[in-house]
């Protein structure tokens, strides 16, 4: 019996074929490289909001302030409160009350969007392309964050979902107290529930999980390489993920404490 | 004074190119300690053959680290568990008397098996046939020292002219992508004044062709600690950036870089 041999060598079947390239810039969304491109830039604005959001609620630590109302007169409110309204006046006059918030909304909203499609499109890539070991594999390189990149993923999409119900929408699992604008008394009501605090803690660690590959793998996906602050790239992540945790988990804490509370 | 191993192999046997596979264990005794990996797998073939049983067929050449044609998976990781050598480099004296190695193909989609160990590697190729060719002036050679090339420059290309085309990178990766050899061959004729003429049609071509085979990467690292050659992760972000460039200039606009 002759010994067997391939037909065809596995280079005349690719997995895939090249698509007809679309115009400047769409083209660099059809390939993984410009996929990987475009979850690196949308990963920096969504991580920008985390660090923004974050630092905005340390205000509830801040307390109740006196201020000057709209309407001319001393009005006594938590400063988060405050905080709230300011971000829907941004640019008044300029533009109408609330339009730059939403603007920044969209972009956010397509950012996620976006950082979404690619992470789906590229893990169906990768799953079509592998074969799977029958034998253990032994990692090096791979830590628990960049393996689980595609569970923190969907984990932090569910819950921002619940997030924005619980304390935006005033759906769901929200609070029987909810009202619209109180960001304060809202925070404080839905964080002293034990369980919702417990889920909210689990899905930070699962963020911050998210950020320490992310935050990382960014800079190689943007080609942004260079041999002498190489060494600090995992640590920035290690850093910013810490931060963004520490920073989150001290609200549900301070809340069940007592620390924060409602007179 | 070289140890003598005894050594419980569990080593995947598959008869042809789509037939179901299995692994088989087989008791390797009594085997040097300054023995290489395959030549511990010589002496067990021998051994099978004087009972009429067929050899393991395993991928191997120049058996120095050179050629890029051995490699397996052993205990899970691309050419074994020691760093930067191939698994013809890799010597028995790494391993300890009694264990059991687990050997099995690369695997990849890109990778079909051939037999038992041996994987058909010619994706490979096909990024390197659309990476083209570099214009070389033809003739009589040039002095040495026409081109002035930093030493920093030639010390980079240098290390990615490394690569041996052993695949390792692929089999390594989680999503079997293959980034690590497509950045190296790349960044080898990038890095170079000889290689600037047609950088951006080449690492676009390249990464399109090997984008064809191959899965995404996604930054675990496990190539760069896999590879005989040590090939950096640095040039996969030097890729990245070549390749956006490309897209961004037009070729008219390549001409003026
Ligand atoms: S980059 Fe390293 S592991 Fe990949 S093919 Fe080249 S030598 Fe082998
Ligand atoms: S046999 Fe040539 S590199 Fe191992």
């Known amino acids: 019996m002759a010994a067997p041999t391939l037909a065809k060598n596995s280079a005349d079947t690719p997995l895939r074929k090249k698509r007809r390239e679309l115009p ?13 491109w475009v979850m690196a830039l949308t990963g920096i604005m969504l991580l920008g909001f985390v660090v923004f959001h974050m630092v905005g609620n340390l205000k509830v630590y801040l307390g109740e302030v006196q201020h000057l109302s709209p309407e001319g007169e001393y009005v006594t409110d938590y400063d988060i409160n405050i905080y709230g309204e300011f971000l829907r006046d941004l640019l008044v006059p300029l ?29 169906k890539m990768n799953l079509e392309s592998n074969n799977r070991y029958e034998s253990k594999r032994d990692w090096v390189a791979a830590n628990f964050a960049s ?64 950020i320490f590959h992310g935050a990382y793998s960014m800079f190689q996906s943007l080609g942004i ?3 002498v602050y190489n060494q600090l790239r995992r640590g920035f992540a290690a850093g910013l993920a810490l931060l963004i945790l520490v920073g989150n988990l001290s609200f549900p804490i301070a809340i069940l404490a007592g620390i924060v509370d409602l007179p | 004074m070289s140890k003598i191993l005894n050594l419980t192999l569990q080593v995947w046997r598959q008869a042809g190119p789509n037939k179901p596979g299995t692994f088989e264990t087989y008791q390797a005794n009594g085997i040097s300690d300054d023995a290489s990996f395959l030549e511990m797998l010589d002496i067990v073939n021998e051994r099978l053959i004087a009972d009429n049983k ?16 051995c490699g397996v998976m052993i205990n899970g990781q691309a050419h074994g568990h020691e760093r930067g050598t191939a698994t013809c480099q890799l010597h028995m004296r790494k391993f300890s008397d009694g264990d059991t190695i687990v050997v099995e193909p690369w695997r990849a989609k890109a990778f079909p098996i051939v037999r038992d160990l041996v994987v058909d590697r010619s994706p490979l190729d096909a990024v390197i046939a659309a990476g083209g060719f570099i214009t070389a002036p033809t003739g009589t050679a040039n002095d040495a020292n026409d081109i002035r090339i930093p030493k920093e420059v030639a010390d980079s290309a240098m290390d990615a002219a490394a690569c041996i085309g052993c695949g390792a990178c692929v ?43 191959f899965g995404s990467c996604t930054n675990h690292g496990e190539c760069s600690e896999a590879c005989p050659k040590e090939i950096s992760l640095d040039f996969i972000a030097y890729m990245n950036r070549d390749y956006i460039k490309a897209k961004v200039k037009n070729r008219r606009l390549a001409s003026q870089s």
């Open chain 1, 24 to 36: 400047f810039p769409l083209n660099l969304y059809q390939t993984a490289v410009g996929k990987k």
């Open chain 1, 147 to 210: 393996r689980s990149m595609r569970w923190t993923g969907p984990i932090i999409f569910l819950y921002l979902l619940f997030h924005l119900a619980d304390l935006t929408w005033g759906v769901g699992a929200a609070s029987s107290e909810w009202e619209r604008g109180e960001v304060y008394q809202n925070l404080v009501h839905s964080m002293s529930r034990p369980g919702i605090a417990i889920v909210y803690i689990v899905c930070n660690v699962a963020l911050c999980v998210h």
């Open chain 1, 225 to 227: 390489n260079n041999p």
């Open chain 1, 95 to 123: 533009l109408p009350r609330t339009y730059l918030l939403w603007i920044l909304r969209l972009g956010l909203i397509a950012a996620f969007a976006l950082h979404l499609h690619s992470a789906i499109s590229l893990s």
């Open chain 2, 54 to 69: 067929i050899p393991i067929e395993f991928p191997h050449d120049c058996r120095e680290g050179i050629c890029g044609t």
């Open chain 2, 171 to 213: 089999a390594a990766c989680p999503n079997s992508a293959g980034q690590l050899f497509t950045s190296a061959k790349i960044w080898h004729l990038n890095s170079l004044p000889q290689g600037q003429a047609e950088r951006y049609k080449r690492t676009e071509a390249m990464v399109e062709t090997m984008e064809q085979f």
